[in-house]
Nanobody
Framework: QVQLVESGGGLVQTGDSLRLSCAASGRTFSSYAVGWFRQAPGKEREFVAAITWSGGNTYYADSVKGRFAISRDNAKNTVYLQMNSLKPEDTAVYYC?????????????????WGQGTQVTVSS
């Protein structure tokens, strides 16, 4: 069982940066791949980034590649999403999710554990 809590969202302006955190409970969190997803009003939840259990491999949606960076600190049971050069189209609720798959999925339904989400709003 893994419980996830996101934090770090807020209201920023275009071009600003934010760092989201996903704090996990559970001694085996270091065994889980973690993904970040986002959902804008009226849209489906979409993949943003993912990281393997070791942190050795990362994956990004084309829309955020070069601007966002995912990382993890297993000693702190935390995964981070550094978001730079934010755009209004990045506005959404951001969720982290965890799964035991050795290769992180980009599909929502393949993740077993989810956080409650944190709102990110980017004004133009």
């Amino acid at each position: 069982q893994v419980q996830l809590v996101e934090s770090g969202g807020g209201l920023v302006q275009t071009g600003d940066s934010l760092r989201l955190s996903c704090a996990a409970s559970g001694r085996t969190f270091s065994s889980y791949a973690v993904g970040w997803f986002r959902q804008a009003p009226g849209k489906e939840r979409e993949f943003v980034a993912a990281i393997t259990w070791s942190g050795g491999n990362t994956y990004y949606a084309d829309s955020v590649k070069g601007r966002f960076a995912i990382s993890r600190d297993n000693a702190k049971n935390t995964v981070y999403l550094q978001m730079n050069s934010l755009k209004p189209e990045d506005t959404a609720v951001y969720y982290c999710a965890a799964d035991l798959s050795p290769v992180p999925a980009t599909i929502v339904r393949l993740y077993k554990y989810w956080g409650q989400g944190t709102q990110v709003t980017v004004s133009s």
